[in-house]
């Protein structure tokens, strides 16, 4: 009694791109391509026929049919092309085999011309025909066959020729009215075909069976590991069951769900549980789409900065630096999908947040631009009270109309440094860099470094080297002056570059590859010594890229921006993009903030226009419900959350 042959479920698609065919002196676009599953389309409407079960062996599903009833299945010719009645020029078919005992052999016949083979490693190039399984299509009369290539064990894909076909197909032939399947062989070993795709356009040429001419192409994988505990009898034990895939949240992983899949749709992947865990088969990186508006966060007055930080065991939060005193800043915690507030703590007049650690204690750190009652001007240290489960002031430190704080670590000490903007009507002042004493938990000054009217500090490394950049923006006279770059050498920050800058307000470090970037966000262009300009705030952001043989940071590319106040990088899938904090345009306060996407060699090309008001600070962040985007205005008691749509 010979084995039954398997014909696992059949999915037969095209490419997107479509594909040219040549009627005459024309040509014809087929597009209208779509996926198809032939065994489905094949199977009678009305049931199974004699010789036909559905079955699922090992975990596998598919179509047995019956060696002692050789029958041919068929659909119509018309479901692979909508609007054409020709072949394509170029086509390919790629198929997945999965034999049960031994590797056997797949071919596949078009239009009427031959067919190409699939034989074992090992085996002669061109098995008996007892020994192979046939999918073929004629267009009228007997189809004939052509040469196979050898398959290794687990060998990934297999391109095969289809001898003479991309010649035959110069002149592209009718589609027959018929597409038969057939397992017409009464000898046929145990073996499975999972998959069938027919991509557009040819493929490569290997070496076939049988002749060497060009081709469409059949692509063959074999996957002698895919039943785990196969036996060499000839007849193996089925088991019918459905297959199941689930969707929505992450379901269990557990012996009961073994060999089921799992298709997350949000993150457009598919996962296969094994017992334990859930193993990733397919992902897709997801792509920016759009950007929609996800929740109004009113604040309790402007906010002229914004920190969005997490607190271990405890989750998302996000601080809002706001104008007013009373009532002071804000904490919100990101509950069930939006920020609430959570705790209001005292400022004067904040202009900035940062958030840091030191071991295990957590600190946010205030920059107020003002005197508090007293008229005594601090900036604060909070630090977060485990008990209490909120922030306590820590630490005063002296400051001058202090502006940002950045807090980083070199060589394993912790360092805080503060932009001071003025004392007084002088800009031209020091800002300091406060060092970590672990022995009194205090910060200490370490240095001090003249600076103009500065706005932000940006920290980063290089390989081994540490790097402060400070954000110049006027020295009393002109906004038109250099920012300075710095580097950590025997102990201290010392000069590395200094780069003309019209009002920075702010320096964003990112990196795409091995590529290091630095953008500036230029403000306003104002010099009492020069003619005024047409528009003070219609002004050049500029970006700049590390050129390592000169050892300096070069122009990359300028966009033009309007009273640019931040700059913030962040990824979507493999995908980088900038986003700048328009903020005036000389007329108007409601002004388009950009979403710049990188595009390689053209550089940032603007791809999002973001309506905002008085935009003055962006903060990228990613939660389970996805990734967003917050923007503060230093206009209106409004910040915004935005959800970055993907698809």
């Not at 079955?55 to 047995?64: E, K, N, P």
């Not at 290794?152 to 589609?175: I, K, N, S, T, Y």
């Not at 459905?242 to 457009?268: H, I, Y």
């Not at 500029?542 to 931040?566: C, P, W």
Request: charged share 20%; with cysteine.
């Amino acid at each position: 009694m010979s084995a039954p042959l398997l014909l696992w479920v059949v999915l037969l698609r095209w490419a997107s791109g479509g594909g040219f065919i040549r009627a005459g002196r024309t040509w014809q676009h087929c597009t209208d391509l779509r996926p198809l599953d032939v065994l489905s389309e094949a199977v009678p409407a009305g049931g199974l026929a004699r010789g036909m079960r559905v079955l699922q062996a090992q975990g596998l599903r598919g179509l047995q049919l019956s060696a002692s009833r050789p029958r041919a299945l068929a659909f119509p010719a018309s479901r692979l092309f909508i609007h054409c009645d020709r072949f394509p020029e170029e086509f390919s078919i790629i198929v997945t085999l999965r034999a049960l005992r031994r590797p056997a052999q797949v071919s596949a016949g078009t239009a009427g011309h031959g067919s190409a083979r699939l034989g074992p490693a090992g085996a002669s190039p061109c098995p008996p025909a007892e020994e192979r399984v046939h999918l073929h299509a004629d267009g009228g009369g007997e189809p004939r066959r052509a040469g196979g290539a050898a398959l290794r064990p687990r060998q990934a894909a297999l391109p095969l020729l289809e001898p003479g076909a991309r010649r035959r197909m110069a002149e592209p032939r009718h589609l027959p009215q018929r597409v038969p399947l057939r397992q017409p062989l009464a000898h046929a070993r145990p073996g499975c075909v999972r998959t069938v795709l027919l991509p557009d356009g040819g493929l490569q040429r290997p070496q076939g069976c049988g002749g060497g001419d060009p081709i469409s192409s059949l692509a063959v994988r074999e996957e002698s590991q895919l039943l785990p505990g196969q036996q060499e009898e000839e007849e193996r034990p089925v088991h019918e069951t459905d297959m199941k895939v689930t969707l929505g949240a992450r379901p269990r992983c557990s012996k009961q769900e073994k060999a089921q899949f799992w298709f997350n749709a949000s993150q457009r992947g598919l996962y296969l549980c094994n017992g334990s865990t859930w193993l990733s088969m397919l992902e897709v990186q997801p792509r920016l789409d759009y950007v929609e508006e996800h929740q109004k966060l009113v604040t309790n007055s402007e906010t002229m900065g914004i920190e969005v930080f997490s607190i271990p065991r405890l989750g998302l939060f996000a601080a809002t630096a706001n104008r007013l005193t009373p009532p002071g800043s804000a904490i919100y915690r990101w509950t069930d999908g939006k920020f609430v507030h959570y705790q209001n703590i005292p400022t004067h007049q904040a202009q900035s947040w940062k958030y840091f650690t030191i071991g295990k204690k957590i600190f946010l750190a205030v920059a107020n631009f003002e005197q508090n009652e007293r008229g005594q001007e601090f900036s604060v240290i909070f630090k977060w009270s485990r008990r209490k489960a909120k922030f306590l002031a820590y630490q005063r430190i002296s400051t001058h109309s202090a502006r940002d704080w950045e807090a980083f670590v070199i060589q394993g000490e912790a360092f805080l440094a503060v932009v001071n903007h003025r004392e007084g009507n002088n800009h031209n002042i020091d800002s300091v860099i406060y060092r970590w004493n672990p022995r009194t938990g205090l910060f200490e000054t370490n240095q001090t470094i003249p600076t103009s009217g500065a706005y932000d500090w940006e920290f980063f490394t290089i390989g081994p080297y540490s790097f402060l950049a400070v954000a110049n923006t006027f020295n009393g006279t002109s906004t038109r002056i250099y920012s300075h770059i710095y580097i950590w050498l025997r102990g201290s920050f010392q000069l590395f570059q200094s780069i003309l800058t019209f009002g920075a307000a702010d320096w964003e470090v990112f990196h795409i590859g091995d590529r290091v970037f630095l953008a500036v966000a230029n403000s306003h262009s104002y010099d009492s010594g020069m003619p005024a300009p047409s528009n003070f705030y219609a002004i050049n952001s500029s970006i700049y890229e590390l050129n390592i043989t000169a050892q300096m940071f070069v122009k990359f590319q300028d966009l033009l921006t309007y009273s640019a106040l931040d700059w913030e990088f962040f990824s979507v899938g493999d995908d980088s993009f900038l986003v700048v904090a328009n903020s005036f345009d000389g007329f108007t306060f409601s002004v388009n903030s950009i979403i710049y996407r990188w595009q390689g060699y053209e550089g940032f090309v603007a791809a999002h226009q973001l309506p905002t008001v008085g935009c003055r600070d962006w903060e990228a962040f990613h939660t389970a419900e996805g990734s967003f985007l917050l923007y503060s205005s230093a206009k209106e008691p409004l910040s915004k959350v935005l959800k970055l749509k993907t698809t």
